[in-house]
């Protein structure tokens, strides 16, 4: 069992930067590919940004690409997204996500492969 808590985020204005964290509980967090996702008001949560468990590329939505950066520390158990000249689009809950998928073809999109949720953290961004 993997637990996920987010942290960071808060209200800020267009053009600023947020690092959201996410701290996963259990030994195994290597094992784990770990995304990000949002959900906006009115909207259907959606893919943000993906590493996998071996750490060695990253994932974005055509969106965020030069904006957000999303990182992992195997020792400290986090991943962290690097949010950079936000806009006043980006403001939605920010979800962390972890899928068991040491080992094997893994797809970082589609929210069914993930194994284990956080439960959110609200960004706004005003203009």
């Known amino acids: 069992q993997v637990q996920l808590v987010e942290s960071g985020g808060g209200l800020v204005q267009a053009g600023s930067s947020l690092r959201l964290r996410c701290a996963a509980s259990?030994?195994?967090?290597?094992?784990?590919?770990m995304g990000w996702f949002r959900q906006a008001p009115g909207k259907e949560r959606e893919f943000v940004a993906a590493?996998?468990?071996?750490?060695?590329?990253?994932y974005y939505v055509d969106s965020v690409k030069g904006r957000f950066y999303i990182s992992r520390d195997n020792a400290k158990n986090t991943v962290t997204l690097r949010m950079t000249n936000l806009k006043p689009e980006d403001t939605a809950v920010y979800y962390c996500?972890?899928?068991?998928?040491?080992?094997?073809?893994?797809?970082?999109?589609?929210?069914?492969?993930?194994?284990?949720w956080g439960q959110g953290t609200q960004v706004t961004v005003s203009s």
């Open positions: 996500a972890a899928d068991l998928a040491y080992g094997r073809t893994w797809s970082p999109v589609p929210q069914i492969e993930y194994d284990y």
């Open positions: 259990g030994p195994t967090f290597t094992n784990y590919s």
């Open positions: 590493i996998p468990w071996s750490g060695d590329t990253t």
